[in-house]
């Protein structure tokens, strides 16, 4: 998904340290797929399975962080080259799905933190990845809007629960803008990778996913005790949410039968940004059946949580397998040794 070259791996690094280096800034999305089904368990009510799945997010989520940080200290360079692809605002994105589910948890604190987090990632990120924008890119171009939709979606569910209203209209801002960057994106992006892209070019329709699940929040936030919205600034918000999920599905439908007509069935890292579209259109649905009081999209919304599932599942056994391929080739040392021989 970054576009960089694989780095070469010292030869005396274990077979898994060895396939961690070569670890890309866009593996992140395997926490944001992982973290929004945790969400989408907990809105269906599988609450025991959304705290596992919640467990390994959080679990990736540590690990990516000590690498991003220890590439930010030993490998400045390297750090500087990957925080200008796009796949880096999957750090953003990650961070704001683990806080929202947190937040869901009634685990405030925590959620603020990994707000502040986020918020202090994302302009530093966003920033050096629109300098390196250019025509026809893969599908990760969308991640500027998802990385702002994300801090819209955390802002919203921390005010609904705190009741601060500041917070809200701040998420109401970064919600209007990622739609701004979503058209941008739109026009940076190569079509032809709904037939030929390996897996990132679902988050075209994924940004529109978490654009309706940040309206729906938005929605939500507003109560009796903390008045936000008067009645024409809900109807446009409910108006627009609306259009967002249907946009979100017709993409769904194009990127489905493009997969039918196409198939790709070879693993790739990327095909975790395949998931993630898929979870948050499920979180996206049952968000708005609720925010909206329209309760006959929940078993639709069951229907696409359950299918975000099965890709999880199948695209964790291909990264295990792929890990397993990895460490059964000879390392450097290995065949130096067997050439002196």
């Given amino acids: 998904m970054s576009g960089l070259s694989r ?3 010292p030869s005396r690094l274990s077979p898994l340290r060895a396939w961690w280096a070569r670890r890309s800034p866009a593996a992140g999305a395997a926490v944001m797929a992982t ?11 599988y609450e025991v399975l959304s705290r596992v799945t919640l467990g390994l997010a959080a679990a990736a989520w540590v690990a990516l962080a ?38 869901a948890l009634g685990r405030q604190t925590l959620a603020e933190a990994l707000l502040a987090l986020a918020a202090v990632l994302w302009p530093v990120l966003l920033v050096g990845v629109a300098r390196h924008w250019r025509r026809r890119m893969p599908g990760t171009v969308f991640l500027c809007c998802v990385a702002t939709q994300g801090l819209a979606v955390l ?42 892209g390996a897996g990132d070019h679902w988050i075209a329709g994924g940004a529109l996913a978490i654009s309706a699940l940040a309206g729906a929040k938005l929605v939500a936030a507003d109560s009796a005790r903390l008045y936000l919205w008067n009645d024409d600034d ?19 439908v194009v990127l489905l039968v493009a997969e039918a007509v196409r198939p790709r069935l070879r ?9 993630f579209p898929m979870g948050m259109t ?27 599932v099965a890709a999880w599942l199948a695209v964790a056994a291909g990264a295990v397998r792929a890990y397993a391929a990895a460490a059964a080739e000879p390392t450097a040392a290995q065949v130096t040794s067997t050439a002196r021989r």
């Fill in 7 to 9: 780095p070469s791996v």
């Fill in 35 to 45: 973290g929004i089904l945790s969400v989408g368990l907990h809105l269906t009510g």
């Fill in 66 to 103: 000590a690498n991003f940080v220890e590439r930010l200290v030993r490998e400045r360079e390297r750090w500087r080259a990957e925080a200008g692809t796009p796949g880096a605002l999957t750090a953003v994105a990650a961070t704001c799905v683990l806080g929202t589910r947190f937040s």
């Fill in 155 to 196: 802002g919203a569910a921390l005010a609904g629960a705190e009741a601060t209203a500041w917070l809200a209209h701040t998420a109401l801002v970064l919600f209007w803008l990622g739609l701004v960057l979503y058209g941008f994106a739109l026009t940076r992006f190569d079509l032809r990778q709904v037939v030929d």
């Fill in 234 to 252: 809900r109807g446009v918000l409910r108006a627009v949410t609306v259009m967002l999920l249907v946009l979100d599905l017709a993409w769904y």
């Fill in 267 to 275: 693993y790739d890292v990327r095909r975790w940004a395949t998931v």
């Fill in 282 to 308: 499920a979180a996206g649905t049952l968000s708005v059946a609720a925010a909206l009081d329209v309760p006959w999209l929940e078993t639709p919304g069951e229907v696409l949580l359950w299918m975000a």
